[in-house]
């Protein structure tokens, strides 16, 4: 049981290259969700998805695109990097949305320049 | 919408030191809450939750957070500090009773550093 994955743990892009961050869980959590981690913000939702086929936008989406296929894949995908996309990349799975602890994922730091 | 307030950005504390890190939250609805913590490096774990019954809640290693309804607050607390608890913690709601019941909302997180 690995729990949740990510993949890459660093990455380095240039100003409008495209890239996907990896996410997958082992748990058949139904909820599975993107987070950015900032200095002095805590965590801020970017997109979520409640099962297979159904993603929704979180509070910060702007910039990044999200599909959830099979209940074990979330992946999240950089249309066009931009520094302001420089952060550290959460993913995290839970049971049903607001009533179980989310189990996190290790992060990808990324840096845009 | 919701917003999670953590006014202290950075707790130094020494061993054996008690602490109490404030948590509000702005929104009056039933809400579902959480402490996590990141230890340097590593990935968040939950501390503790509380969804109803008993306002004070036990976690794990030694931490209790009470829920105080008529002040929006959760805040988390810890008799004893030891330097291994050295780590970011974040407050969490989950506001369960609109649409937006799917997002859990962050506090900017409290850095605290615990001196041997």
């Known amino acids: 049981n690995a729990g949740v994955t990510q993949t890459p743990k660093f990455q380095v892009l240039k100003t409008g290259q495209s890239m996907t961050l990896q996410c997958a869980q082992d748990m058949n959590h139904e909820y599975m969700s993107w987070y950015r981690q900032d200095p002095g913000m805590g965590l801020r939702l970017i997109h979520y998805?409640?099962?297979?086929?159904?993603?929704d936008q979180g509070e910060v989406p702007n910039g990044y695109n999200v599909s959830r296929s099979t209940t074990e894949d979330f992946p999240l995908r950089l249309l066009s990097a931009a520094p302001s996309q420089t952060s550290v990349y959460f993913c995290?799975?839970?049971?049903?949305?607001?009533?179980?602890?989310?189990?996190f994922g290790p992060g990808t730091r990324l840096t845009v320049t | 919408a919701q917003s999670v307030s953590q006014h202290n950005h950075h707790v130094i504390l020494s061993e054996a030191a008690s602490l109490e890190l404030g948590c509000n939250y702005s929104y009056g609805g039933t809400v579902n809450l959480f402490w996590y913590v990141q230890y340097p490096g590593q990935h968040l774990q939950l501390l503790l939750k509380?969804?109803?019954?008993?306002?004070l809640v036990k976690g794990i290693k030694g931490f209790e957070a009470e829920f105080i309804k008529s002040k929006f607050s959760f805040n988390l607390r810890k008799p004893s500090v030891q330097w291994s608890d050295t780590a970011e913690y974040f407050c969490a709601v989950n506001l369960i009773s609109s649409g937006s019941a799917r997002q859990l909302t962050f506090g900017s997180g409290t850095q605290l550093t615990v001196l041997p």
């Open positions: 995290a799975s839970s049971r049903l949305a607001g009533y179980y602890e989310q189990y």
């Open positions: 998805s409640v099962g297979a086929g159904i993603t």
């Open positions: 509380y969804f109803s019954g008993d306002p």
